[in-house]
């Protein structure tokens, strides 16, 4: 779980550890908890659900073939976080971590809520990574929302992804391209 661009929780065990939907709501009935969560911006569960990295099967493919890492390698930091890296490798982090995230909907324990309920839940959490910035969490939520029961929301909020996506290459393409002066000389 990543509290802002460059921070993350992480939280590991043997086994997956299932997101419990209702303790969610029930931690967020709670005043000095609420409080505290949103001063990261984290104002309800389903922003919580949001804010979800990496699930057990992203995590296996991401070390499947990586050495272990130590401070000459710094593509994920496990021993002590260096702030004054973040600038320099909080996007390839990003990256790395966004491209591995795996599918984070179904880690989560819904308890007895409707398939409607869930794909409602699943559509709210998909706008609050929009929000966050996250936008492959996004299509992932919209996705498995639209998987649990089709629903409008979940489409508006794909379509939305898809031209952000094509404004994003737009203006990617618009830009000069980078040379260098011993290319140029002939």
């Not at 990543?2 to 303790?23: G, M, R």
């Not at 990295?53 to 130590?70: A, F």
């Not at 996007?91 to 794909?119: H, R």
């Amino acid at each position: 779980m990543s509290s802002d661009s460059a921070n993350l929780v992480i939280l590991a065990s043997n086994q997956p550890l299932p997101l419990n939907y209702s303790y969610l709501q029930e931690a967020f009935r709670d005043p000095i908890v609420r409080r505290e969560l949103e001063k990261t911006n984290i104002a309800s569960p389903e922003a919580v659900l949001s804010r979800m990295s990496l699930t057990p099967k992203g995590v296996n493919h991401l070390v499947e073939s990586v050495k272990p890492n130590s401070d000459d390698l710094n593509q994920l930091e496990y021993e002590v976080g260096k702030t004054y890296e973040s600038i320099t490798f909080n996007g390839e982090n990003i990256l790395l971590l966004s491209e591995n995230m795996g599918q984070p909907a179904k880690y989560v324990d819904w308890g007895n809520a409707t398939k409607d309920e869930i794909s409602t839940r699943m559509s709210t959490v998909a706008m609050e990574a929009i929000k966050f910035g996250h936008i492959v969490s996004a299509y992932s939520w919209a996705r498995a929302s639209i998987e649990e029961k089709d629903n409008d929301v979940a489409k508006r909020v794909l379509k939305y992804l898809e031209a952000l996506d094509k404004r994003r290459l737009r203006n990617t393409l618009a830009q000069p391209l980078m040379t260098t002066p011993s290319l140029m000389k002939k």
